[in-house]
């Protein structure tokens, strides 16, 4: 429980930091989006960007339960930074994409992806 605590709220601070360094996202084709299912927001809510971000928690954490068969035999100790770091990335992106998001920080980005990378094989140190 305090592992998967521990995941869940280093990848949202992660997450809501990336979305808040970056000067230059757009994120106003969700907000149209949003504005057609009757919810009215705008780019700066707070609500949008916790949004996003659980968005990407929920699917990076939904991936590495459901590749971890496939880790537990290859990657158990050699290569497991570079699975979580391809976890982060395919969700990240597919979100991103998908949510059509914008102007995100490139250097950020690589930041995030290596600390939450960092900060998911920490967590398995951690006891269950």
Avoid: W
Avoid at 7 to 16: C, E, G, M, Q, V
Avoid at 72 to 80: G, H, N, Q, S, T
Avoid at 87 to 114: A, W
């Amino acid at each position: 429980m305090l592992k998967n605590l521990f995941r869940f709220l280093s990848l949202i601070i992660l997450n809501y930091l990336l979305i808040l360094l970056s000067i230059d996202i757009d994120l106003d084709q969700l907000v149209k989006d949003f504005k057609v299912f009757g919810f009215i927001v705008n780019s700066d809510n707070y609500m949008v960007h916790i949004f996003i971000c659980f968005l990407i928690t929920f699917l990076n954490l939904f991936l590495i339960y459901f590749f971890k068969p496939f880790i537990e035999i290859y990657l158990l100790y050699y290569l497991k930074f570079t699975f979580y770091f391809l976890v982060n990335l395919l969700s990240l992106s597919t979100v991103y994409i998908v949510l059509r998001i914008y102007g995100y920080s490139r250097f950020y980005l690589l930041i995030y992806l290596f600390i939450s990378s960092l900060a998911l094989l920490i967590s398995d140190k951690i006891k269950k």
